[in-house]
């Protein structure tokens, strides 16, 4: 999930990142600002530990990192139409590309590297960056608005098939060929993202007032979800939690949404026979002879719990992660700030903030020290989940603790690619080593 702060955002608040991001599995963040980009771990709660940081590439406004690898993705005001490729680990360019108009947003997993242009998309085959296909035949996308599956045995692609509805395509990015289209809202489209699995597909339109969750790949509704009634939003960021139980969104207000997907129709049938229960299926019967709006209205999930925010009108971005053996919501926003919340995954409600890092200082606040004398969470929660271990991080065999591969190790299969490869080898990122290109996928050794 990847973000582009504005240059002023309401309230007067100016942006201190030009973009941040998440990477594929929620264990990183990457920042970008006006003097270069930086990389975080978001193994601990307690401190936020710096992977890498960069200045020689100025004003960046897209910086993606491929999971936990040392391979990290930028573009730059000064050259935004480039997309440059770095080995940050060896200090090294694997490669540029250049394209016929500015690059608005990028996608990456294992297998694809996705490049959305206003008016087209590129795909890439990311071993060897050969251009694959060039997807032309798409409406006027000018947010960029794109989602690839982060699981690289389907790439599915979903992007905008329409600039007046909210109509999805769905492509299949290793046969290169359209799936389906999915006639998802009647609003156009702000946020469209895949679960881990490629599976289940999420989308939600410019009012912001109705989430729904399709099956991928026939783009059958499996959920629909209410974020709010009173008010349009404009959704930030949409998001499921890996293992695909729970569907994060964030918006310009001050509330994160946190939804459930779970059906209930077996568990409705086995209530007992009370007079509240039975005059809710008597509603529930009564909204099949309703009008459609009005009894998809009642059918609707809302929200299982929801995080507070001390801000509204800034740009921002949640994720749900397992932090320290614990679920948590994260949130970044544009004035260069991580939050970070417990989430209580049987009982929901409101999480709690319990830490505050700044993106661009030291990292604790003075709010830090007020979050650190609170009183313990209740023990319905506690009891749910193990408990967070005492070190601050924890170092994967084979990795250092800024993420990159040791020097001679093996970077294992499922941190690139389909196949080991070795840091040491020049020939890691075959055969576009410093090599250059253009949006019709010419290359050339320098």
Not at 16 to 24: G, P, V, W
Not at 104 to 117: A, G, W
Not at 264 to 282: A, F, H, I, V
Not at 334 to 355: R, T
């Amino acid at each position: 999930m990847e973000a582009e702060a504005a240059d002023s955002p309401p309230g007067g608040v100016e942006a201190a990142l030009s973009c941040f991001s998440f990477n594929q599995d929620c264990t990183s963040l990457a920042i970008g600002t006006k003097a270069g980009y930086k990389l975080f771990s978001l193994s601990s709660v307690e401190q936020l530990d710096q992977v890498h940081g960069s200045n020689e590439i100025p004003d960046v406004y897209i910086v993606e990192r491929l999971f936990s690898s040392s391979l990290v993705v930028v573009v730059s005001h000064t050259k935004p139409r480039q997309m440059n490729v770095y080995h940050f680990k060896k200090g090294t360019e694997i490669c540029n590309y250049s394209y016929s108009s500015n690059i608005l947003s990028i996608r990456l997993n294992r297998q694809r590297l996705l490049v959305c242009l206003e008016e087209s998309i590129y795909i890439h085959n990311i071993k060897d960056m050969k251009l694959l296909k060039t997807i032309l035949d798409i409406p006027a996308n000018p947010t960029g608005l794109c989602a690839l599956s982060i699981n690289h045995s389907n790439s599915y692609v979903a992007y905008p098939g329409s600039l007046t509805t909210g109509e999805i395509v769905l492509y299949d990015g290793h046969s290169l060929k359209t799936v389906c289209t999915i006639a998802a809202h009647e609003g156009t489209l702000a946020a469209i993202t895949f679960n881990a699995s490629g599976s289940k597909l999420a989308s939600a339109s410019e009012k912001g007032t109705v989430i729904r969750v399709f099956s991928v790949p026939d783009g059958q509704k499996l959920y629909e979800f209410r974020r709010g009634m009173k008010r349009y939003v404009t959704i930030s960021s949409l998001v499921f939690s890996m293992d695909s139980q729970f569907l994060c969104a964030s918006s310009n207000t001050e509330t994160v949404h946190i939804f459930k997907l779970e059906h209930l129709t077996n568990s409705r049938s086995e209530e007992p026979s009370t007079w509240s229960s039975y005059m809710g299926k008597m509603f529930m019967a009564a909204s099949n002879y309703l009008p459609a709006q009005v009894s998809d209205m009642m059918n609707q999930d809302r929200a299982f719990a929801t995080g507070r925010l001390n801000f509204s009108g800034q740009r921002n971005i949640c994720t749900l992660s397992t932090i320290q053996k614990l679920p948590r919501l994260l949130v970044a926003s544009s004035d260069g700030h991580l939050y970070i919340y417990n989430l209580d995954p049987q009982d929901g409600g409101e999480c709690v903030l319990i830490k505050t890092h700044s993106l661009l200082g030291s990292g604790t606040t003075e709010e830090n020290k007020e979050n650190d004398l609170r009183p313990p969470l209740p023990q319905s929660y506690a009891a749910t989940v193990a408990r967070p271990s005492t070190s601050s991080a924890s170092t994967v065999p084979g990795y250092s603790e800024d993420g990159g591969a040791l020097r001679g190790e093996v970077i294992p299969e499922h941190e690139f690619a389909t196949g080991p490869v070795r840091l040491d080898d020049e020939n890691e990122f075959p055969p576009i080593i410093l090599c250059r290109g253009s949006q019709k996928g010419r290359t050339k050794q320098s």
